[in-house]
């Protein structure tokens, strides 16, 4: 998902700590589909409650906002609304993936290969409408913040933090950087160890932070630059150049310092992007469809309805729910005691 940007930018290890008291901007929809993917049961199955129901997310947002917020992080999470026509191609494929990780994990079940079968079921999650809207409730009944984006959320996400409404964006995606998020901040809502690639060995996860204007510096090129190396490279909205990964990329636009120059001197057998699909996607990163007006406010939390949510209708365990309730009863005095632009 996105472009990826990761070995360009320094990334600086961080723990919770160093966002408490801080506002934190979080890409719904990519962090909908992280909860979806991991938490899953040996065979790749996703939770589910006695009607069959998917529950992954529902268990992600509570446990993993629940720890933002007893760290005192003030979050707020954005959603994805209509997607730009030129990301169709990339919708289609996403779904042709989806479908062939679906046949492979069945395969992988057959043959009783539960490791292959996890994996690939974790390729095979999609944020459907449906998943999005209970989402919307329990953050609603939790008295976490949403704001429902006119196009890419990240976008909304970006533009908040740079206007100061907030001080980082959470997300996976490298594509925030492109959309102007001064700071980005990646596995904010992760769990503390994640599987190695095809070993059955774990790695200790913690949150980076990765800064734009500093990263910017280092390579000397501009934000419009950066644009044109993930043209190069390739995006949600245009397939970019074979062969043209961030390094090579990087290098091109140094040397020729922007994309209609460095096209030029790639051979004419190579795909390339139209004038004015370069245009469109650098209209789209750089002037993005965005929401001015919004609300920030953690409204004291509705512990009835989110029991009601969890429990009465996905049959989460209370015993469990109730003390984890309790966390976010805590950021509401915290909102009582300062003002937002405090923090």
């Known amino acids: 998902m ?14 919770f700590e160093d966002f408490s008291n801080r506002v934190v901007v979080l890409d719904g929809y990519n962090i909908l589909h ?35 917020v007893a760290a005192k992080i ?19 494929q996403r779904r042709e993936r989806k479908e062939q990780a679906e046949r492979d994990w069945k395969e992988a079940l057959e043959k009783g290969d539960l490791v292959k079968a996890k994996s690939k079921a974790q390729q095979t ?59 980005l901040v990646r596995n904010l809502t992760s769990s503390e160890k994640r599987k190695l690639p095809n070993k059955q060995a774990y ?16 390579l000397g090129i ?8 993930a043209l190069l490279i390739g995006t949600d909205f245009n397939e970019g150049i074979k062969g043209y ?18 096209l030029d001197s790639i051979p004419d057998s190579e795909q390339k992007p139209s004038a004015e699909e370069i245009a469109a996607v650098r209209t789209i990163f750089l002037t993005p469809t965005i929401a001015e007006e919004y609300d920030l406010e953690w409204p004291k939390p509705d512990l009835s309805a989110a029991i009601r949510i969890l429990c009465d209708e996905h049959q989460f365990s209370r015993d469990r729910i109730e003390p984890i309730l309790e966390n976010f009863s805590s950021l509401n005095q915290l909102t009582k005691q300062k003002n937002l632009f405090d923090f």
Do not use: W
Request: glycine content about 8%; hydrophobic content about 35%.
């Open 2 to 15: 996105g472009v990826d940007l990761g070995e360009l930018f320094a990334k600086e290890h961080c723990a």
């Open 34 to 68: 992280q909860f979806l993917s991991s938490i899953r049961q040996r065979d790749g199955t996703p939770l589910k409650d006695s009607q069959g129901r998917i529950t992954s997310h529902l268990s992600g947002l509570l446990y993993r906002t629940a720890n933002m």
């Open 74 to 92: 003030r979050p707020v999470y954005v959603f994805d609304g209509v997607p730009h026509l030129l990301k169709a191609r990339t919708i289609q």
């Open 125 to 183: 999650s999609r944020v459907t409408s449906e998943i999005v809207e209970q989402s919307k409730q329990l953050l609603e009944a939790l008295g976490i913040p949403y704001i429902q984006a006119p196009s890419e959320g990240e976008a909304q996400a970006s533009y908040m933090v740079r206007k100061g409404d907030a001080y980082a964006v959470g997300s996976q995606d490298f594509d925030c950087l492109l959309f102007g998020a001064p700071i």
């Open 203 to 218: 790695t200790t996860v913690h949150p980076e932070r990765i800064a734009l204007e500093p990263g910017l510096q280092k």
């Open 222 to 229: 501009s934000r419009e630059q950066l644009v044109d190396i």
């Open 245 to 262: 990964g961030p390094k090579k990329s990087l290098k091109l636009l140094q040397e020729k310092g922007n994309l209609e120059d460095a």
